[in-house]
């Protein structure tokens, strides 16, 4: 009996299905999307938006987007998505996505308190420091004020 406990933990753990860096991006996304409970059409937008301006999958945007949807409500956690962006991403890079968290956040005309902490969470977790997190937050309040 102890012999065959024994085997299970000798056995490999399967890798699941490796997230790719455009679905990755999609779902944190989707994260900021959904973090209210709220899905606003101007958010949508913006998601697919954001995506079609980092991605180059033209009409299958729609494909990703539906993907990274379904795959936001199976997540546990969000480390899983940005341990792929910071496996791959610059400081740069990171911080587009900031702003692009930012956007999708404020499409609806508010930032709620609940979108706030899961971007707030997004940038701790992609390492990026807070005055980083500030300046993406301001940059596009005040992008969104010149238009």
């Known amino acids: 009996m102890l012999q065959a406990l024994k085997k299970l933990f000798i056995l490999p753990v399967e890798q699941g299905e490796q997230i790719s860096y455009q679905r990755a991006v999609a779902a944190l996304m989707m994260e900021v999307m959904l973090a209210d409970h709220q899905v606003d059409v101007n ?8 995506l079609n301006e980092v991605t180059d999958l033209g009409d299958d945007i729609d494909a990703l987007y539906e993907e990274a949807f ?12 940005t341990k792929v962006i910071n496996e791959a991403a610059s400081l740069e890079q990171k911080m587009e996505l900031l702003k692009g968290l930012w956007r999708v956040a ?10 706030d902490h899961r971007i707030r969470r997004i940038s701790e977790l992609l390492f990026m420091p807070h005055s980083e997190f500030i300046q993406a937050k301001l940059a596009v309040q005040g992008e969104m004020k010149s238009t």
């Open 43 to 50: 958010e949508v937008a913006q998601v697919k938006s954001f």
């Open 70 to 81: 379904s795959s936001v409500d199976e997540a546990n956690d969000l480390y899983q998505f």
């Open 106 to 115: 404020l499409a609806d005309g508010n930032i709620d308190a609940y979108e």
